[in-house]
Every structure is written in structure tokens, then in C-alpha cells.
């Protein structure tokens, strides 16, 4: 069974551009997490999807955003980009929403913003 | 909210010997939690979870013990190899909040040979 897909590897983008990030969960799980990774902040929760609707955010700012679509595969969007935004973007699936479902990640999307 | 916090940042140990990493959690009512083993390069793997409802769990090497009480949970290793070597999260999840996992800080293990 093929793990927890995200593209692109690596991202290089400047202050104020856009970007978008893909992430194709494990076949049958419809719940997507995404997380983003800094030395400094750790790992910290962005949003959940589950069939097409987000269901839980975490404390960032709404240049953050999501989509999921009907075969699960997700996307996150950030705009008006940081040099605060370079991370390590991370996306999870697991079968469903409650709380104690086992999550699988990916390996990231490096995005450094120049 | 949730809060999480891991220890030790570090910890180095001899091949062969066991290796205990420790977590606390804020939130009582917190209900499940994961360990996680990130290579670098990679994403974190899930390598052992308990349930509030559990109070150990064993995997081969690994086990995780849960106190409820305490509020603490710690990942324990024996017979450490040098492939163990990498960085350990420990998280947390509460009812009604779906998926959403708080992480701890991290442990860099490293296993000398």
C-alpha cells in the first residue's frame, strides 16, 4: 500500500508569491492534517479536511488555507508569502476524524522563502 | 489548549543500552497518544500509540507506559541499535478535536556503536 504522497520536494519562492502544496493521503483514509515543521516552533497543526470540509484549524493567519477534494487528495494554499512561511510542510491521513485514529505522514514539502 | 512537553532534548547512549524519553500533557482529557521516529529527510513514522484506556504497550523493543494521574507517558527502547539513532516526538490528542495532534519538542537520539 503506498504511503502518504506530497508534492513538490522542495519549493523555492520569494516574499509576497504564492504557493500551493499537494498532498495525496493513504487509498482509503479521507481524513488529511496538515502540520508545519520549524526548528523553532516544532510541529504545529494548520488544519484538518475531512470529506471536502475542514474541521478543526490551528492558530495561524488566513493567508493559510485548504481544500480537499471528493477522492481525498488535499491541497494548502499560502499567499502573500513570509520569510517566516520557510518550513517543513507536512501532511498526515488517517481514516477518519476521531481522535484517537493512528495518523501517517508524509515526507514534506521543503518551501524556503528567499 | 493542549500543552506537551518532552525530555530530554538530547540523549545519547551506548549501543546495547535502553533509552527513556519522557512526555507531559496539560489537558486531562487528553485521550491518545503517538510516538513518532523522524529520519532525516523524512516525515515523522508512527512507531507505537497508547490509549488513555491502556496503561502499557509493548512492540518488540519499544513500549510506552501511560500515567493518567501524572499525566505523563514515556517511550521506552532496549537493546538500542544504531538505527535507532534519530529524532522522537511524542503527542497528544483531546476528544472533539478530530485529528489534531499536539507535539512535544523532540528528543535527538543518538546510539553510538
Known amino acids: 500500500k503506498a504511503g502518504v504522497t506530497q508534492t513538490p520536494r522542495y519549493l523555492i519562492k520569494t516574499r509576497g508569491q504564492q504557493v500551493t502544496l499537494s498532498c495525496s493521503p493513504i487509498s482509503g483514509h479521507r481524513s488529511v492534517s496538515w502540520y508545519q515543521q520549524t526548528p523553532g516552533q516544532g510541529l504545529q497543526f494548520l488544519f484538518e479536511?475531512?470529506?471536502?470540509?475542514?474541521?478543526n484549524k490551528g492558530n495561524f493567519p488566513g493567508r493559510f488555507s485548504g481544500r480537499q477534494f471528493s477522492n481525498s487528495r488535499s491541497e494548502m494554499n499560502v499567499s502573500t508569502l513570509e520569510l517566516g512561511d520557510s518550513a517543513l510542510y507536512l501532511c498526515?491521513?488517517?481514516?477518519?476524524?476521531?481522535?484517537?485514529?493512528?495518523?501517517?505522514f508524509g515526507d514534506g514539502t521543503r518551501l524556503s522563502i528567499l | 489548549g493542549e500543552n506537551v512537553e518532552q525530555h530530554p532534548s538530547t540523549l545519547s547512549v551506548q549501543e546495547g543500552d535502553s533509552a527513556v524519553i519522557k512526555c507531559t500533557y496539560s489537558?486531562?482529557?487528553?485521550?491518545?497518544f503517538p510516538w513518532y521516529k523522524q529520519e532525516l529527510g523524512k516525515g515523522p513514522q508512527l512507531i507505537i500509540d497508547i490509549r488513555s484506556n491502556v496503561g502499557e504497550k509493548k512492540d518488540q523493543r519499544i513500549a510506552v507506559t501511560l500515567n493518567k494521574t501524572a499525566k505523563h507517558f514515556s517511550l521506552h527502547i532496549t537493546e538500542t541499535q544504531p538505527e535507532d539513532s534519530a529524532v522522537y516526538f511524542c503527542?497528544?490528542?483531546?476528544?472533539?478535536?478530530?485529528?489534531?495532534?499536539?507535539f512535544g519538542g523532540g528528543t535527538r537520539l543518538m546510539v553510538k556503536p
Open positions: 503527542a497528544a490528542s483531546i476528544p472533539n478535536a478530530g485529528n489534531m495532534l499536539t
Open positions: 479536511y475531512f470529506s471536502e470540509t475542514q474541521r
Open positions: 498526515a491521513s488517517s481514516l477518519g476524524t476521531s481522535s484517537n485514529q493512528p495518523q501517517h
Open positions: 489537558d486531562s482529557a487528553s485521550n491518545y
